[in-house]
């Protein structure tokens, strides 16, 4: 039953990856990592946002706006002033959908009317922001999704993992967990390494920051673990909009 499963998924990813492309080619120059929070929790931009800069990096949070002011599974998230808090720090904002929904369980109608959503809001709210970024909701993918994210996004941002080398689908960026319960520090530094040798743009991806985290986040102690480790390797740490751009800057540079 389990092969079956990867089987489908893997046949599901290279059915959605045929279509709908936006071709982009790593220049191969210097690498790049990007650090992104999910949903977002507050923690992340309470531990996690200090951690960065640190160490002279920001993160990329993605943010669902019906989500702000809430609580998931007793988790609180973010709350107005801390996407102005972060976005005056250097920090990027990115699209979570407004209602936090899978691609895979409604209509490509109701997607799209959730991202325009999303978009009212933050010009009502934001005015002074622009969304570049999308990261889709449960890693839900379907071509449809795909290509109206794609419409409105530069970049969109998956749950699949593994490293962005050469030749990428800006609408299909790769991304890995950081999990501080499932996943050990020495992959997270080996994804690194690896990265360095391709010259490649490694994304990672959690939810809360704190020394109690749910499943889907890490400690502090963590991710400060990771980051520094990145720092250390000579990798440059850009949220998500401004690795594209200088991304895109050193590929015209090389022509």
Not at 18 to 47: C, E, M, N, W
Request: glycine fraction near 8%.
């Amino acid at each position: 039953m389990r092969r079956l499963q990867k089987l489908r998924q893997a046949g599901h990813r290279l059915f959605v990856s045929s279509l709908y492309r936006r071709p982009f080619t790593i220049p191969g120059t210097t690498p790049v990592i990007s650090f992104t929070f999910d949903d977002f929790p507050l923690s992340a931009k309470q531990h996690g946002a200090p951690i960065l800069e640190n160490y002279g990096g920001r993160g990329t949070y993605y943010a669902g706006l019906s989500l702000m002011g809430t609580q998931d599974r007793g988790v609180s998230l973010f709350r107005r002033q801390d996407v102005q808090d972060l976005a005056a720090d250097g920090h990027e904002i990115g699209c979570h959908t407004y209602h936090h929904i899978d691609a895979q369980r409604i209509s490509v109608e109701a997607y799209r009317a959730s991202l325009m959503e999303n978009q009212k809001q933050i010009r009502t709210l934001f005015p002074e922001l622009t969304l570049e970024s999308f990261s889709y909701p449960f890693g839900g993918i379907t071509p449809s999704a795909k290509k109206v994210a794609g419409e409105h996004y530069t970049t969109c941002r998956t749950i699949w993992p593994g490293i962005n080398k050469k030749n990428v689908d800006l609408r299909l960026l790769r991304a890995n967990k950081l999990y501080s319960n499932t996943i050990a520090l020495e992959d997270c530094k080996r994804l690194i390494d690896s990265n360095a040798r391709a010259r490649g743009w490694l994304i990672f991806y959690t939810h809360d920051v704190c020394e109690a985290p749910s499943p889907v986040g890490c400690t502090p102690a963590y991710l400060e673990t990771v980051v520094r480790y990145a720092a250390e390797s000579g990798t440059l740490l850009h949220p998500v909009g401004k690795a594209f751009s200088v991304l895109a800057s050193q590929g015209k540079q090389g022509r």
